[in-house]
T-cell receptor, first 109, second 114 residues
Framework: EDQVTQSPEALRLQEGESSSLNCSYT??????LFWYRQDPGKGPEFLFT???AGEEKEKERLKATLTKKESFLHITAPKPEDSATYLC??????????FGPGTRLSVLP | DTGVSQNPRHKITKRGQNVTFRCDPI?????LYWYRQTLGQGPEFLTY????????KSRLLSDRFSAERPKGSFSTLEIQRTEQGDSAMYLC????????????FGQGTRLTVV
């Protein structure tokens, strides 16, 4: 059965303090790994798709990387507006998206 | 607005009542997904459609839940005889058919069963 775990569960950073979030996955056949951002009371907002090991994607202060077993979301010099829950999901040959529990990020000014 | 639209945004209902939610996907997307999310958890898969065909349902989905997507456009999710454990955010997402395409989510319907 496909599984996605994320760590840490919660992370508090000072503004400007860079860090990384981890997503580990077990899937029978990976068709894509996705990162989403979710603000309280709202639906997840799409950030990145990664398809194969070694691939990297960047958007503003965020950079996502992928290996055969895990993905990292690197946050460089975060700002308070980056505070949110970051969700990782995998898309397998079963056609649906399996989500991890998320990492709650708080960036303090 | 060309995003995924969900209605209502909030629903409060008494235990035992039936509720129905609606999702309007992005117009060119032929795949539509329903997820449920409780506080502090990631979205949990319920079911998905490709056009009007319901292709997969979660084993966790009880018989009280039913979803339809007539004509392959909007979708409805009905919960019969609601229970307090049904209280959650119900999320709808849509995507294009094909291998590696991301899903885009609506803002969700927050259900509270009292």
């Amino acid at each position: 059965e496909d599984q996605v775990t994320q760590s840490p569960e919660a992370l508090r950073l000072q503004e400007g303090e860079s860090s990384s979030l981890n997503c580990s996955y077990t899937v029978s056949g990976l068709r894509g790994l996705f990162w989403y951002r979710q603000d309280p009371g709202k639906g997840p907002e799409f950030l990145f798709t990664l398809y194969s090991a070694g691939e990297e994607k960047e958007k503003e202060r965020l950079k996502a990387t992928l290996t055969k077993k895990e993905s990292f979301l690197h946050i460089t010099a975060p700002k308070p507006e980056d505070s949110a829950t970051y969700l990782c999901a995998v898309h397998d040959y079963g056609q649906n998206f399996v989500f991890g529990p998320g990492t709650r990020l708080s960036v303090l000014p | 607005d060309t995003g995924v639209s969900q209605n209502p945004r909030h629903k409060i209902t008494k235990r035992g009542q039936n509720v129905t939610f609606r999702c309007d996907p992005i117009s060119e997307h032929n795949r539509l997904y329903w997820y449920r999310q409780t506080l502090g958890q990631g979205p949990e898969f319920l079911t998905y459609f490709q056009n009007e065909a319901q292709l997969e349902k979660s084993r966790l989905l009880s018989d009280r839940f039913s979803a339809e997507r007539p004509k392959g456009s909007f979708s409805t999710l009905e919960i019969q005889r609601t229970e307090q454990g049904d209280s959650a955010m119900y999320l709808c997402a849509s995507s294009l058919q094909g291998g590696n395409t991301e899903a885009f989510f609506g803002q969700g319907t927050r259900l509270t069963v009292v």
